[in-house]
């Protein structure tokens, strides 16, 4: 934790902090780009995403209060910024949030980045028809195996509830692939 307080007052020094960003991006990139990935689906969005995520991140360095982890209160904006450009997306096309999840998942068969098989396309097409919370708790579960507390301080939610979501979300998969 302390490590942590030294790297973050060296993020708020205007004369370490271009370095100290440099370490940040280099460390965070690979994480971020694959927690924005699984919600977001597409490459090039992704990386989009992952750029306005930086930006971001060090426009508001000053604002933050060390009240969580640095890593939650990235993965916090990142998951923000995922939702609203699928939001974004949808609102341009006029069509829902899980259209705009289909489309991206039907356009994955043909991205050169996605390395999975017909059982992984199966499975993402089930999570796209989850609501969006629960989406949100599974990828963060299953995909990034991240624990309850870290998903329950990045969403700001109980663990209890997340428990409660991710259960309800594995049910409704279960049965989609059942159903195939």
Known sequence: ?????????????????????????????????????????????????????????????????????????????????????????????????????QKAIQNLQADEYFEGDKIQLQLQQAVAKLPQKQQLVFKMKYFEELKYDEISEILDTSVGALKASYHHAVKKIEEYINAL
């Open 1 to 101: 934790m302390e490590d942590e307080k030294v790297f973050i007052a060296e993020l708020l020094n205007p004369k370490t902090r271009d370095n100290a960003f440099r370490q940040l991006v280099a460390q965070y990139s690979k994480p971020l780009y694959s927690h924005i990935r699984n919600m977001v689906i597409d490459h090039d969005d992704t990386n989009d995403v992952l750029q306005n995520t930086f930006i971001k991140i060090f426009r508001n360095l000053p604002n933050f209060k060390g009240q969580s982890k640095l890593f939650s209160w990235m993965y916090r904006i990142a998951t923000n910024e995922s939702i609203t450009f699928i939001n974004q997306r949808a609102k341009k096309s006029g069509i829902s949030n899980e259209e705009v999840q």
